[in-house]
């Protein structure tokens, strides 16, 4: 009898050590980062472009792409399609590194 309860006891600890050891190598892997997926299309980058206009607009000063992108709170891809698109309009001016509108 005592020769089964040790067996019983030695299983549980087994099981509860492999259990341990599975959740660190969980929380040891690295996690996979998410990929958005941007649809690049004239209406879209419309949007992004106003996003931006706003953001340049509520700041009232030249902006880095990374200040923009953080105001207008869309990633920095998309602000970049922003710019495109209002540069080609004639309403952005760039010092070389910031940019305002003109």
């Known amino acids: 009898m005592a020769e089964k309860k040790a067996t019983a006891k030695k299983a549980t600890e087994t099981k509860a050590a492999a259990a341990k050891k599975e959740t660190v190598k969980k929380a040891a892997a690295p996690k996979a980062a ?15 472009a106003g996003d931006v206009y706003q953001a340049l607009a509520a700041a009232g000063k030249a902006l880095t792409v990374k200040e923009i992108a953080k105001a207008a709170k869309i990633s920095e891809e ?15 001016a760039n010092d070389g590194e910031k ?3 003109a």
């Open 78 to 92: 998309e602000t970049l399609l922003g710019l495109g698109w209002l540069f080609k309009e004639g309403k952005l």
């Open 99 to 101: 940019v305002t509108l």
């Open 34 to 48: 998410a990929k958005s997926v941007l649809a690049v299309n004239a209406e879209n980058v419309g949007f992004k």
